[in-house]
């Protein structure tokens, strides 16, 4: 597997389950290490970087990201400890939370329960993503982050998303190929390897994979 991500580019994988699309992002964490060749972040390779300056260069939103039983003020310094109550409230405005937040009673003193129970998967996601822009990694990873959102919460994540996503380097895993229409670039993984890699309208114009899902997709739509 072999690509790269110019700085403030989208590159989205896509694929079937287990086509080693989150092997991908997690080789950039050093989950894993690589066993040949090297995973470089502005030409240094993530093995040689401290555990400390990678964290700092990588943001990731998950499909479940994890709260911790504290207050929202609180779940969102964890990415910047220093960050001011300014800097969150407009991290939040930004994330489409902020007046979710200020309709609580306790506001961004609310507890958020364990693993962020009392609160909706929407809702959830938003804060993953406000809590990523106060961090200001170089790279975001997404990896299904709209996966399991009705429609009205997929929208507001969306609309978060771009601005979470204006200016950084950001590899996205997706399932709905409606939501990576405007990468940079589409790898498409299958057995863990690249096997077509272009732009949507240049991917869905080919035969291939990417032309049959997107098709798929758009028939169960319709």
């Known amino acids: 597997v072999t690509f790269i991500a110019e700085p403030g580019q989208t590159v989205a994988l896509v694929g079937p389950s287990g086509a080693g699309k989150s092997t991908i992002t997690s080789l950039l964490t050093r989950l894993y290490d690589v066993t040949a060749g090297a995973v470089l972040i ?14 700092a260069a990588v943001g990731v939103v998950s499909q479940d990201p994890h709260l911790f039983h504290d207050t929202i003020r609180e779940n969102l ?31 961004y003193d609310t507890l958020v329960g364990e693993r962020g129970y009392r609160m909706s998967g929407g809702e959830k996601q938003r804060l993953a993503i406000a809590r990523v822009l106060l961090k200001q990694p170089a790279v975001i990873i997404l990896d299904e982050a709209t996966a399991h959102l009705d429609s009205e919460s ?51 114009g080919a035969e291939g994979l990417y032309a049959e899902l997107y098709r798929t997709q758009f028939a169960a739509r319709t």
């Open 42 to 55: 502005d030409g240094h390779d993530v093995r040689q970087l401290t555990l400390a300056s990678l964290a």
């Open 77 to 107: 310094r964890y990415a910047r400890p220093e960050a001011t109550d300014a800097e969150i409230e407009a991290a939040c405005r930004a994330a489409q939370i902020h007046s979710v937040i200020a309709s609580l009673p306790d506001g």
């Open 154 to 204: 997929e929208v507001l994540v969306q609309a978060a998303l771009r601005t979470a996503l204006s200016g950084r380097t950001s590899l996205v895993i997706a399932h709905r190929l409606s939501t990576i229409v405007n990468a940079d670039q589409i790898l498409v993984v299958v057995g863990g390897r690249i096997v077509q890699r272009g732009t949507h309208d240049q991917l869905v």
